[in-house]
């Protein structure tokens, strides 16, 4: 076997001029085996086999400098630079990165991961060589999906002025990870076609001399075409043809798919693990997105899809893309222009979704606060790969909550499982302001989901309780955190794990210390100590909390959502004796922008962006009266929703219908028995009463804040109320209105 004696350049050297095409061979084999075993990039490197055993044929590797762009296509170049034991020893395979990588060997320059880099990287050594007085070649090597990149465009202009050897191999097999696109690629096939010859041609545009070869995957012909270009005393671009995927069928005709890929069986192609687009698989991230995006476009004309050069990560499959036309957009490999084309879209009306990489994104800085947030425009940066993975350093996302967070105006979510990514996209169309949505490769197993249905908002939840060591995480590292916590488990006593985007119920220590507990359970306790036998106590928190990773909380409001009372509505029904209606048989009423107390407090910070309402009306013949003074009565017949219109200023908590009026009246003219509830509220209250219409044929809704007609007691023997219920919250329990509240009770 050739390859096992071949893994040096100089051995390269050695061979017989009729063995190169032999050891070739060897090599797509070997990859072709290893990757099978563990995944791999296995279309670029299959077709640069060729291209890299004439480098090393010709050119004296690391004095000469052979810079690779990005390195997807370096396996070839790390079989034969000593480390072909990773792609042909089984119990080796995948022990090399999968990049270049200096601390690997000397003939790594860079580690390199990201795109359109090798042509500056190149200027930079020719210069530096220039500047010693030294003499040897530097060779850079861009695929065509590189030159979408406006760094490879910066670096080409800049080549043109050198006056001394840099050699720029232009790879070309007409595919970026997905399809081209773009005017250049127009260019690129006109001169394939005319071997070179055509009139028009970029890279003569911009001063450079230029060759074409068509043969790209032949040996021989690119050893006698780089023979001649060795030691050239200008700058020169080599314009190669080559078959992404060569001498493996599958990946041959659908490079996309093979671009990168798990293990799978050579004989047939077939993947064998999941995950990947083009198999059937458990929901992955790619999924969800798909799904979202694609239901979002279908309701709405300008909600767009972009992304640079990685459709599979919004999973969008080429049915999808065709199916989304205009709606969707691949820039190519140009993450800046994403974003600043995003930019335009939003500021045009349409609402963009920018799906790109954790690590690629970075490339964007610049664009994302410029372009983006200090112009507060809608942006949504759907941004796949957050965390740790096994990758390399150049492909690990964990930075993006460092830079994203610095940026103003933008929402950072990171989602943990599929179904909390689904729940932040819809909240991601919910706001006018941008929004960036990170997550992992995979999701996060046996961890508390966001229920798909149900309306997100940013919340902490609680994964695990205890009092010695608290372990904050976030998005894909929610799973490292609670694998951690495991093995920490014998060395402490106890943890906490928080989900950061969440929040635990938290009665303020003043109040705590006061009465003398400690917690919300005992703070419990302490209220059912003081109570008569006649007063029954519900447990709202106990039910709440059980429930906490959902929507329970206003995230600008302290107040209840509507799906918070119907929880602690569910409690009381039990202990009253009455079968609770489900959520189901509710009609769902929607309300936005709503802003709470905490946006008001803030002094309207632009920090805090609008919550939306959502409401419950009950089923049945239901009418509302309110009374807004004394004897002004408004009718509200059938819940008409002229009432929630207005939620700005002191009239914000109107979108829950009761709002903070003295008095409201419900009426269920389906219920005869005339039976009577009175619900005695503040604030927190508001949401809670819709609920109670199921059960009585009258509901009055007092907040006592604002009521003067009667005592409580008057006003139970008036109205022949039958059950009194206390809904309020703990700091206006202690008020001067709660003293008021007591006494009337006792008059």
Known sequence: MLLTQTTTPEDVKALDRAELPLLCGEIRHAILESSAAVGGHVAPNLGVVELTVALHRVFNSPTDKIVFDVSHQTYAHKALTGRAYTYIDPARYGEASGFANPDESEHDLFAMGHTSTSVSLGCGLAHARDLAGDSYNVITIIGDGSLSGGLAFEGFN???????????????????????????????????????????????????????????????????????????????????????????EPAQSDPERWHHVGPFDMATGRKLCPGHPSEPAPRTYADITGEALSAAIERDPQVVGITAATPYIMGFTPELRAAAGKQFVDVGIAEEHAVTMAAGLAAGGARPFVAI????????????????????????????????????????GVYGNAFLTQMPGLTVLNAATCDELQAMIRYALTLDAPVAIRYGKTETENVAVWPREKPYAPMWPLLRTGDELAILA??????????????????????????????????????????GVACEEDILAYVNSQMGEKVCCVDTFTPLVAHNSEYLYFRTDHHWTALGAWYAYEEWAKMAGFTPVTLDRYEEIVQEPFLGSFYYKAHQSSALLPDQVYGYVPPGDVHLYINQGHNDTLTYRGYEQTLITNIHGTDKYLCFL???????????????????????????????????????????VMDYRKYVNHTLTRFVDYYDVDDVIFCLSSDQAQSGGGNKLLNGLIK
Do not use: W
């Not at 690590?359 to 790969?385: G, M, N």
């Not at 993975?389 to 690990?396: A, L």
């Not at 590292?477 to 920490?488: D, Y």
């Open 474 to 515: 976030c998005g894909a590292m929610v799973g490292q955190a609670m694998r951690a916590a495991e093995l920490l488990e014998e060395k402490c006593r106890v943890f906490d794990v928080f989900r950061l985007h969440g929040t635990t119920i938290m009665l303020p220590r003043e109040y705590r210390e006061e009465i």
């Open 158 to 248: 800049n080549a043109a002025e050198l006056d001394s050897n840099l050699i720029i191999i232009v790879n070309d097999n007409d595919q970026s990870i997905a399809e081209n696109h773009g005017g250049l690629y127009r260019n690129l096939a006109e001169l394939r076609a005319s071997n070179g010859t055509c009139e028009r041609n970029v890279f003569r545009a911009m001063g450079l001399d230029y060759r074409y070869l068509d043969a790209g995957n032949d040996v021989l012909a690119l050893v006698d075409e780089l023979q001649e270009l060795r030691n050239i005393d200008h700058p020169i671009v080599l314009h190669v043809s080559t078959a992404k995927g060569k001498g493996f």
């Open 658 to 700: 009761t709002g903070d009026f003295p008095l409201c009246t419900f009426v269920n003219n389906d219920i005869t028995d005339g039976s009577a509830c009175l619900l005695v509220k503040d604030s927190n209250g508001n949401p809670f009463g819709y609920y109670l219409t199921q059960h009585y044929q009258y509901v009055y």
């Open 357 to 396: 990489y954790d690590s690629f994104l970075q490339r964007a800085y610049d664009q994302i606060l410029l372009d983006v947030c200090e112009q507060h425009l809608p942006v949504c940066f759907l941004v796949d790969r957050a965390g740790l993975i096994e990758d390399g350093v150049t492909h690990q």
